[in-house]
């Protein structure tokens, strides 16, 4: 977990260094953290962390607001990347619902909705964490097959404890024990280096409208909380 976090900027490395598309990030900035969470990578957790109050389609919508796209483009691009992870039928329920009653979603669609918030934003990687840990065999083989899907056109990089399942899907497995390499079946040599094209460098910039309206809806979804 401490490693994908420092891969996808969510803890800062003390030591050593990261290395993006063949770019140093040891000067990175904030904004730069900020853009490269945004654009390049997606995040799919183990208890998924959905927000409960919100739709299944504005959970996924979320993962746009830094990006400046319109209310328009953020439906669209969120429910094509529901579809694609087979939930378009679920697309304005909650977390805690299923078939307008109060079912809760089951483990394996929540982290469908998971992967779809992680994918609506065409990142380059996805950084998956234990993403089956909570689920059964037949949904985790479920959940597997998508990000198999996934990882045709994009670098999947998926922490498990499971080995039978790094066995059967992955093309390159790391074995880790308290922070050392243990083993390696594919190492990255200067060989395998590609020229990249230079990419454009995206900011992050949610609009104030945007930032407004996702303030006042979890302003009055906690109303109590508010009041005080």
């Known amino acids: ?35 490269y969470r ?17 739709t299944v389609l504005a959970n996924v919508e979320l993962a746009l607001t830094l990006s400046g796209v319109s209310k328009k483009e953020r439906k669209q691009k969120a429910i094509k990347a529901l579809e694609d992870v087979g939930l378009k039928e679920q697309i304005h329920k909650k977390p805690n619902q299923l078939s307008g009653g109060q079912m809760q979603l089951s483990g394996g669609q929540m982290q469908r909705v998971a992967i779809a ?40 990089i998926m922490v498990t404890h ?20 243990m083993n390696d079946s594919n190492p990255y040599t200067s060989e395998k280096k590609e020229a990249e094209k230079s990419k454009e460098k995206r900011r992050t910039s949610m609009k104030f409208f945007t ?14 909380r508010t009041i005080l």
């Open 1 to 35: 977990t401490t490693l994908l976090n420092i891969i996808g900027g969510l803890d800062r490395y003390t030591s050593g260094d990261l290395i993006i598309n063949n770019k140093s990030t040891k000067n990175f900035k904030d904004r730069d953290w900020d853009a």
């Open 38 to 54: 945004n654009y390049s990578v997606g995040f799919v957790f183990q208890n998924y962390n959905l927000i409960p109050h919100q």
């Open 117 to 156: 918030r992680a994918i609506v934003n065409n990142p380059n990687i996805i950084l998956a964490d234990e993403p089956t840990g909570a689920l059964d065999t037949q949904t985790s083989v479920q959940v597997m097959e998508i990000l198999k899907e996934i990882s045709k056109d994009r670098l999947v």
């Open 162 to 181: 499971n080995p039978e399942l790094a066995e059967k899907y992955s093309t390159r497995i790391v074995r880790i024990l308290d922070g050392t390499i």
């Open 211 to 224: 930032a407004l309206n996702l303030s006042l809806n979890n302003l009055m979804t906690k109303k109590g």
